[in-house]
T-cell receptor, first 113, second 112 residues
Framework: GESVGLHLPTLSVQEGDNSIINCAYS??????FIWYKQESGKGPQFIID?????DKRQGQRVTVLLNKTVKHLSLQIAATQPGDSAVYFC????????????FGQGTELSVKP | NAGVTQTPKFQVLKTGQSMTLQCAQD?????MYWYRQDPGMGLRLIYY???????DKGEVPNGYNVSRLNKREFSLRLESAAPSQTSVYFC???????????FGPGTRLTVL
């Protein structure tokens, strides 16, 4: 099938804790994945991406892990802050289909002070 | 450097009215896209333009038309708006069809 899905629609964490947002995909030929952050009333904002020849990629306070065996990726946010509250989308760029971008439905992250 | 801009930010239409949503980018990107975002549905591709002079249908093209006016601008037209087209519309761009897409701030459209 063609789907990129998120395991949980909402996630609530305490300020300062680490957050983990999960995403599953079904197309084994997918080779490029992107995480976006969308704050209320704004467009999706690029956070980090990872290609299929990598298992892990780190950015500023964020880490993306890719497990191709089980077709799963996750976004880890270290020391979560109130400004991290948003909806997070994983997206799969299907290069073998002309770069078609498939989005998951999103996980809403809520950070409690 | 404004990135991707969209106008208007908000719009209310009556059923049957027409309007054009505008998108412009100053990132010198080749590809441009129009998405709609509905609650619980994620982002769905309406139309895209891989390069200046070309346009192609996406996942949900019915009821829409597009124009790639030049490299910078990509417009979305609703000829006869319907309540089912109430949504938030996002324009996006990337250097090529296999690159990361960057999004505009969105247009919130309500059709009564």
């Amino acid at each position: 099938g063609e789907s990129v899905g998120l395991h949980l629609p909402t996630l609530s964490v305490q300020e300062g804790d680490n957050s983990i947002i999960n995403c599953a995909y079904s197309n084994s030929a997918s080779d490029y994945f992107i995480w976006y952050k969308q704050e209320s009333g704004k467009g999706p904002q690029f956070i980090i991406d990872i290609r299929s020849n990598m298992d892990k990629r780190q950015g500023q306070r964020v880490t993306v892990l890719l497990n191709k065996t089980v077709k799963h990726l996750s976004l880890q946010i270290a020391a979560t802050q109130p400004g991290d509250s948003a909806v997070y989308f994983c997206a799969e760029n299907r290069r073998n289909q002309g770069g078609k971008l498939i989005f998951g439905q999103g996980t809403e992250l809520s950070v409690k002070p | 450097n404004a990135g991707v801009t969209q106008t208007p930010k908000f719009q209310v239409l009556k059923t049957g009215q027409s309007m054009t949503l505008q998108c412009a980018q100053d990132m010198n990107h080749n590809s441009m896209y129009w998405y709609r975002q509905d609650p619980g549905m994620g982002l769905r591709l309406i139309y895209y333009s891989a390069s200046e002079g070309t346009t192609d249908k996406g996942e949900v093209p019915n009821g829409y038309n597009v124009s790639r006016l030049n490299k910078r601008e990509f417009s979305l037209r609703l000829e006869s708006a319907a309540p089912s087209q109430t949504s938030v519309y996002f324009c996006a761009t990337d250097r090529a069809r296999t690159d990361t897409q960057y999004f505009g701030p969105g247009t919130r459209l309500t059709v009564l």
